[in-house]
């Protein structure tokens, strides 16, 4: 039973989504203090961050770095030794490899790089705590035939079904390839952070592995009236950038990505952080908490 703190941010077991104002901070400074923390980003870009839900760094690791972390996405996407593990997500159809989770556990180049200051120094600035991995992907988009992500708040999910009491978190995505506007590139509805949506819907058991796959999962998803006032009120932008860019946001954006049916493939590391204040306990919309690689239970912090 949770004990914990009450829930502010109630979803699903409802009939229809409602939308509610943020609870929490975005960013985590010290009382009375008027600069933010020391860290990677500039007081103007964490300032930025906090308005618009993120922030995007045009070459947060360099084309080495981005050669090396290619070469683990194969290694990972062709490993036999992996085929039938819960980890590697295809697609519904061509059976092509989606997503694959726990690469900083599976890959010593991944570890790596998400404990370098310029990478992990970000969230602890922004989130003003230790932070450690709640959940780390690779997310594959071949050409002519990458799915979509829907659009979704992963606090929401998190919260629901990994029990996250608030959304203290932020993810870092970093491009592997060039991403473009026209091959999938990530969409984020700059300032939807600060608002929370309550989706409709129950969320059945192990429903992971249905909404893992599907390119509109129907647990979870805002209904499209509540998504075309969010679009009308914060607009809509693409993260665009060379291979080795990177974007960071706040858990609570309202984001998706288009399919990809250019020749162009898309992928990303995707790094989630938590903070260590900020530690999961029972799911407060689901029958049982996710798997560890969806919702890591070990909180160890990054060092």
């Not at 450690?132 to 606090?155: C, E, I, M, T």
């Not at 079904?161 to 969409?187: Q, V």
């Amino acid at each position: 039973m949770r004990t914990v703190v009450a829930d502010h941010y109630p979803t699903r077991d409802r009939s229809e989504c409602t939308v509610s104002v943020r609870q929490d901070p975005v960013t985590w400074v010290e009382p009375n203090r008027s600069a933010p923390p020391g860290g990677p980003l500039s007081a103007r870009e964490f300032s930025d961050y906090d308005a618009r839900g993120f922030h995007s760094a045009p070459a947060l690791v360099s084309t080495r770095d981005v050669f090396e972390l290619g070469d683990e996405m194969h290694r990972l996407a062709a490993d036999t030794g992996l085929r039938g593990d819960g980890r590697v997500i295809r697609e519904n159809g061509s059976g092509d490899v989606r997503s694959v989770f726990d690469v900083h556990l599976l890959s010593s180049v991944v570890d790596e790089i998400i404990r370098r200051p310029e990478v992990v120094g970000i969230v602890r600035q922004i989130l003003g705590s230790d932070v450690y991995v709640h959940q780390s992907r690779l997310n594959l988009k071949p050409g002519f035939g990458g799915g979509a992500f829907y659009w979704h708040s992963d606090f929401e999910t998190w919260h629901a079904e990994d029990g996250m009491p608030t959304p203290r978190a932020a993810s870092i995505s970093i491009a592997l390839t060039d991403n473009h506007g026209y091959n999938g590139g990530l969409m984020i509805m700059p300032g939807s952070h600060r608002k929370f949506v309550s989706c409709g819907g129950s969320t059945p058991d192990d429903y992971f592995k249905e909404s893992l796959v599907s390119t509109a999962p129907p647990t979870g998803s805002p209904d499209e009236k509540t998504l075309t006032g969010m679009a009308n009120e914060h607009g809509i932008e693409v993260m665009t950038g060379p291979a080795g860019s990177a974007t960071v946001f706040d858990s609570n954006c309202m984001h998706g990505s288009n399919g990809n049916i250019t020749p162009f493939a898309r992928s990303n590391l995707f790094i989630v952080f938590n903070s260590v204040e900020n530690t999961p306990a029972e799911p407060y919309a689901a029958p049982a908490p996710r798997p560890t690689y969806l919702g890591s239970r070990d909180f160890t912090p990054i060092r």
